[in-house]
């Protein structure tokens, strides 16, 4: 996927009431631009680091930029990361339509936001004459606390186990459900589970892989012109699933 327009480089100033961010474009002003991340962000708006906004070009929205990239300072040293979690819907669907993900393969039709469940909607359903349907939920992933390694989600997210509850019952009905987990970093080659940031959702994602949930993980390559999921990687069992009391 390429920005349509070029990216602005700028630094960051802070990142606050989840979706709003002050930034200092470079040779520029300051500016507050949209943030589109409901996650902690752990690691990614510390005051200082090198980030990129993209102009929507319409004078007339609330906040016209919005925060694309940031240069994270990771445990291997400075890597650029995708915060936009608008994207990975689109980087999976490209994926899978130019069948980079071979577990995706081979059906006909590739639908967006179908509705299912108890009033949700799926990210994306695949569908084929004589096979059963493909319900794709797609999470976006963007921390790496430990050299090498991505983990998933960074902060509470009842609406992902929700999500791995949902796609369990499909399985029950005889479909075919998969977590596509899209890595907006390119810095790990392993995705695990943050079991002691909620461990209620390593939970779910335990119990819904038992009742035959499909779990792949697909990392992309960024630059401040294109990000791109490519590299298939695999995904490692967490160590230890404290219970939620235990966490703080």
């Not at 794709?136 to 791995?164: I, M, S, Y």
Request: with cysteine; proline share 6%.
């Amino acid at each position: 996927m390429k920005f349509p327009t070029p990216l602005i480089p700028c630094i960051l100033i802070r990142r606050y009431k989840r979706f709003l961010a002050d930034v200092q474009v470079i040779g520029g002003d300051e500016i507050t631009v949209h943030c589109p991340n409901p996650g902690a962000m752990m690691g990614l708006q510390d005051a200082g680091i090198a980030c990129w906004i993209s102009d929507s070009g319409n004078p007339k929205r609330k906040l016209r930029h919005t925060l694309e990239l940031v240069e994270a300072r990771a445990p291997g040293g400075h890597t650029l990361v995708g915060v936009n979690t608008n994207l990975p819907n689109k980087l999976a669907e490209e994926a899978i339509l130019a069948d980079r993900i071979p577990a995706l393969s081979g059906y006909e039709t590739l639908r967006r936001e179908v509705r299912y469940g108890e009033n949700s909607r799926v990210d994306i359903l695949l569908e084929s004459a004589g096979k059963p349907p493909c319900y794709v939920e797609v999470k976006n992933v963007h921390l790496v606390r430990k050299a090498g390694l991505h983990e998933f989600p960074d902060c509470r997210t009842e609406r992902g186990a929700k999500h791995l509850r949902e796609l369990s019952n499909q399985v029950v009905q005889g479909a075919r459900a998969v977590m596509l987990y899209v890595l907006q970093r390119q810095d790990g080659d392993k995705l695990s589970f943050a079991a002691d940031l909620d461990p209620d959702y390593a939970l779910a994602f335990q119990n819904a892989q038992a009742a035959g949930v499909e779990a792949i993980a697909i990392r992309c390559d960024i630059s401040i012109d294109e990000i791109t999921a490519k590299k298939l990687v695999p995904i490692v069992p967490y160590a230890t699933l404290p219970q939620a009391d235990e966490v703080t």
